[in-house]
């Protein structure tokens, strides 16, 4: 379990927050564990009729912790159970899921939202997916996922190119339901939540089901995704980008 995530139930709505705003949210094993346990409990806890996914002002997730992926380069372990067991999760969620982004959304801190059905997001919010600058592929299923929402040429802009989207650019391509001052996010994302747990339960996960399909090809593609990322994080690419990032640190 992680410090740096909380879970919070109230009545039929589950809160997981991001809660390492010293590092912008950015994802250790730790992290990625916590809330995945909280994904997957919610399936088998009939109280819960909704989750929303939340991080801090200023801060949705920076990502990743690259210090956690630069030793993972070194040791040649991949994404990591943790992070595969999270994304698992949130394919085979069978709660809506909603978000509430406020800040950064940096690699996961956008792909994961690809997976959510309502996401309200701040007017300072900024997306974006640099997999490629690092030398890497992208993940979460985005490479199935992102094509199917925003079409090939945009999700390679996206994915690809690693150019970022403002909040009226994420909208128009379908990531991002609401825009609101980054004050209003949260309550946003609450109301919403609170919408969807007021609907006849039953009916929304039947209708969940027929609109996202079977989860297998998002799992499947999740894990081919893998592959390829552990392969990457060895290439010449890869440890030169995670050594210069180092670098800078120090």
């Known amino acids: 379990m992680s410090n740096h995530v909380s879970v919070i139930d109230e009545g039929p709505i589950r809160t997981v927050r991001m809660n390492r705003p010293d590092k912008k949210n950015a994802l250790t094993a730790a992290m990625y564990q916590t809330m995945a346990i909280a994904l997957e409990s919610a399936n088998v806890d009939k109280d819960i009729c909704c989750v929303v996914i939340a991080g801090s002002p200023g801060a949705f997730s920076a990502g990743n912790d690259l210090a956690e992926f630069a030793q993972a380069a070194r040791s040649g372990e991949g994404l990591g159970t943790p992070v595969i067991r999270f994304l698992h999760a949130l394919a085979q969620s069978e709660r809506p899921l909603v978000a509430a982004v406020q800040g950064l959304a940096v690699g996961v801190g956008t792909t994961m939202l690809l997976h959510c059905d309502y ?132």
């Open 119 to 250: 996401v309200v997001a701040g007017t300072d919010a900024r997306f974006s997916t640099p997999f490629v600058n690092l030398g890497l592929v992208p993940e979460a299923a985005s490479s199935l996922l992102a094509p199917r929402l925003m079409g090939h040429r945009r999700a390679f802009e996206l994915l690809v190119m690693g150019r970022p989207l403002d909040p009226a650019a994420a909208q128009a391509c379908g990531l991002v339901n609401a825009v609101v001052a980054p004050g209003d996010v949260e309550a946003w994302a609450m109301k919403a939540a609170r919408d969807i747990a007021a609907l006849p339960a039953d009916a929304v996960a039947a209708s969940r089901r027929l609109m996202r399909a079977a989860p297998d090809d998002i799992v499947a593609r999740i894990d081919q995704e893998a592959l390829l990322f552990r392969e990457r994080l060895q290439s010449a690419e890869a440890r030169g980008a995670f050594d210069a990032f180092l670098t800078r640190k120090r």
